[in-house]
């Protein structure tokens, strides 16, 4: 009957923990916590309507992609900017995607140029803010962001080199927004299109410096004074 019980009720608290994850994750990406900020489980527990069991679920997640840590007295906290972690994600990227670029730019077919032109226009013509995004950049165009650059390194054709990029994406996507934030001046439409465009004139050595370059200026925001929170 213990069995039964725990299959019936499990999928329910399943969903919260779901709930409770995404409301999280979405509230760290949108810089409701600033950098720093302590998550404390009862607090979200009582705002969330949950138990702490649900919220620790959604927390353990949260700290899986990189976007929480949980402190040695075992509570839990958004990383800082001083965080060395960015610096060493930044480093790694800008070892490995210009390298896997130049291999896609020699490696990639016709079906590849269309793909980088497709996704290119896509991000282009996606708004970047939504009045519903304030001052944060809208999920639609951080998708395809995202899909951007990786269609620029999918004609390499290897997909272990694509799982690396999709880690080193996933745990650098926090430190992205908070660049982003303190660079609101920064032409990030002309450094995709430069991008784009040396890719497909197979132009290896510009497309690599170019992306090299936009990889650094990320990373570089966050060395600078700290953001002011609103």
Known sequence: MTQTDHTS??????????????????????????????????????????????VREALVRVVGEGLADRLPNRGFAVPSFSD?????????????????????????????????????????????????????????????HRVFHRTLLEGCGNPVLLETFDRLWTASELARRWSARRTPERDGISEHRRLEEAALARDADTAAEVLTRHLAQTAAAL????????
């Open 9 to 54: 009720t499990s999928p329910g608290k399943q969903m919260l923990s779901e709930q409770v994850y995404a409301h999280l994750r979405d509230a760290i990406m949108r810089g409701k916590y600033a950098p720093g900020d302590a998550l404390k489980p009862q607090e979200l527990a009582k705002e969330q309507g949950v138990s702490l069991a649900v």
């Open 84 to 144: 060395r972690r960015w610096q060493e994600i930044a480093e790694a990227r800008r070892t490995i995607e210009p390298v896997v670029l130049r291999m896609s730019i020699e490696r990639g077919d016709v079906d590849w140029e269309a793909r980088v032109r497709a996704a290119h226009h896509r991000l282009a013509r996606t708004p970047p803010y939504t009045p519903e995004d304030g001052e944060h950049y809208s999920e639609a165009w951080s998708k395809a």
């Open 223 to 230: 060395n600078q004074n700290p953001v002011k929170q609103a």
